[in-house]
Antibody, heavy 121, light 107 residues
Framework: EVQLVQSGAEVKKPGESLRISCKGS????????INWVRQMPGKGLEWMGR????????NYGPSFQGHVTFSADKSISTAYLQWSSLKASDTAMYYC??????????????WGQGTLVTVSS | DIQMTQSPSSLSASVGDAVTITCRAS??????LNWYQQKPGKAPKLLIY???TLQSGVPSRFSGSGSGTDFTLTIGSLQPEDFATYYC?????????FGQGTKVEIK
């Protein structure tokens, strides 16, 4: 079974750093990009960007460039999303999602269960 | 960036009703359009990709159409488990923008 399992909920203070994880199983981890999607409380889905686990090449959405960092460790089939200095506005649910392709298009066919990040003083 | 605009933002419908949600792209995206369903407290689920291709395991009452800038998601006969929020997403270019969502509620 194809699965993405994310790390557990986090409660942090402003200014703290954080890294959350997304572990893939049931498929060749290096054959599919991992995308990250943010959902702020009561709001819609926002595409943050993606990473190619085979070589750690990344694309960042304009709103997230410079604010977060994607990384991956293909030896343990795990992708990471990290912040160096959290803000209250980073409070959200974060999803990882596998990117599959058809021709020139793509879609997210497998999602992690989400990691809730709460940033509060 | 390509902006995706869904309408309506919410709707109320009864079990058995046919429901149509529209999604408009700010630039042409050919057929690079996906639809997702999200239930409260759950991760999104892929319903349709390439504008009209049903993902494996998704009931046939869901259908998608459109190309260029205008797309529709239709639920042929609404079932109790279909009450959820639906999002479109374009995969024509990065960033892979989503629509703002359409919440389907029980009338």
């Amino acid at each position: 079974e194809v699965q993405l399992v994310q790390s557990g909920a986090e409660v942090k203070k402003p200014g703290e750093s954080l890294r959350i994880s997304c572990k893939g199983s049931g498929y060749s981890f290096t054959s599919y990009w991992i995308n990250w999607v943010r959902q702020m409380p009561g709001k819609g889905l926002e595409w943050m960007g993606r990473i190619d686990p085979s070589d750690s090449y990344t694309n960042y959405g304009p709103s997230f460039q410079g604010h977060v960092t994607f990384s991956a460790d293909k030896s343990i089939s795990t992708a990471y999303l990290q912040w160096s200095s959290l803000k209250a506005s980073d409070t959200a649910m974060y999803y990882c999602a596998r990117q599959s392709y058809y021709g020139s298009g793509s879609y997210h066919d497998c999602w992690g269960q989400g990691t809730l990040v709460t940033v509060s003083s | 960036d390509i902006q995706m605009t869904q309408s309506p933002s919410s709707l109320s419908a009864s079990v058995g009703d046919a429901v149509t949600i529209t999604c408009r792209a700010s630039h042409t995206i050919s057929s690079y359009l996906n639809w997702y369903q999200q239930k409260p407290g759950k991760a999104p689920k892929l319903l349709i990709y390439a504008a009209s291709t049903l993902q494996s395991g998704v009931p046939s009452r869901f259908s998608g159409s459109g190309s260029g800038t205008d797309f529709t998601l239709t639920i042929g006969s609404l079932q109790p488990e279909d009450f959820a929020t639906y999002y479109c997403q374009q995969s024509f270019s990065t960033p892979r923008t989503f629509g703002q969502g359409t919440k389907v509620e029980i009338k």
